[in-house]
């Protein structure tokens, strides 16, 4: 009797270990909802893969939501969405909050070259800005650069590549990428600070219209002028050339591992590329026939 409860009660035990498991584990690659969440700049890439993900694999729902950079990543500590995509680089602040609260490993997954990109009115003389003038005028009271926010990705980067806190800087808001661009005519003396991959999809009308609707500014740094063509992005030699990442919570190999793998691999790389931005992951090859 004593050895036939002792089975019953092993097998019990294993049966419910076996359920809580499965209570867990609601997800694969191949199937499953979860909700990741971006910036605003990256919404046009983000959703190019999501989607693209989803229609190779059916019985995946991914949420993308849209919010400031600096908002998803508290998200991402509070377990709200299995995965962000960041630009910046996470403080040792941000670094120690992760590693203790998800108890993981951080391993970004870098996935794709994006900008932050100046644009002024067309009708602006003005014809390129340097590394110089953009820190001089995130400390003017004139405000002459607009983001579109505190605590999206533009802002923060460009504070991070000036050894700046966004709290030290001064500037003007309007809030959203296209909205800078919409607006900008109105102001002539000011310059919209944007990110690239609201522009960059080169086959996309409301892309080519926005793109046409305002001037590019190159870069001027160490007396090099800079364009965030390809080329530039590719060798990061444009001065805020910005490498986009996915870091994760999920501690098994689900969907947004899936996806995040999908998107750094040669598919997804396409995606990317379509998307006007550069690959991180495949690159460009020229062959010269001799």
């Known amino acids: 009797m004593k050895n036939s409860f002792k089975i019953f009660a092993l097998v019990f035990f294993t049966l419910f270990i076996s359920c809580k498991k499965t209570d867990r584990v609601v997800d694969d690659p191949q199937q499953g909802t979860i909700t990741i969440a971006a910036d605003e700049s990256f919404q046009s890439v983000a ?19 849209i919010k400031k950079e600096d908002l998803a990543f508290l998200d991402l500590l509070d ?15 941000e670094k120690a909050a992760y590693k203790n609260k998800i108890d993981m490993d951080m391993l ?8 932050v990109v100046f644009v002024v ?30 605590n999206s990705s533009n802002l923060n980067f460009v504070a991070q ?32 600070v944007i990110s690239l991959n ?19 500014l190159p870069v001027v740094s160490n007396n090099k002028s800079y364009t965030p063509d390809i080329q530039n992005l590719r060798t990061l030699k444009y001065p805020f050339a910005r490498v986009l990442y996915f870091i994760t919570n999920e501690a098994y190999y689900g969907l947004a591992n899936g996806l995040i793998r999908f998107s750094c691999q040669q598919l997804g790389q396409i995606v ?10 495949i690159f460009q090859r020229e062959v010269q026939m001799r």
């Open 272 to 281: 990317v590329s379509k998307e006007g931005l550069q690959p991180y992951n």
């Open 161 to 192: 590549k000036l050894n700046k806190t966004p709290s030290e800087l001064k500037f003007s808001v309007i809030s959203g990428n296209k909205n800078i661009i919409e607006e900008i005519n109105k102001f002539p003396n000011k310059i919209g």
């Open 79 to 93: 377990n709200k969405v299995r995965a962000i995509i960041m630009s910046r680089d996470l403080t040792e602040e």
């Open 108 to 115: 970004p997954a870098k996935f794709a070259v994006d900008a």
């Open 198 to 216: 609201t522009i960059s999809r080169p086959y996309d009308k409301e892309s080519e219209n926005l793109r046409n609707s305002v001037k590019i």
């Open 121 to 150: 009115s067309k009708n602006s003389s003005r014809s390129s800005i340097s590394m110089e003038e953009i820190q001089t005028e995130l400390q003017s009271e004139d405000k002459k650069l607009i983001f579109d926010g505190t």
């Open 47 to 65: 959703q190019a893969l999501t989607d693209r993900y989803m229609a190779l694999n059916p019985n995946t729902k991914i949420i993308l939501e």
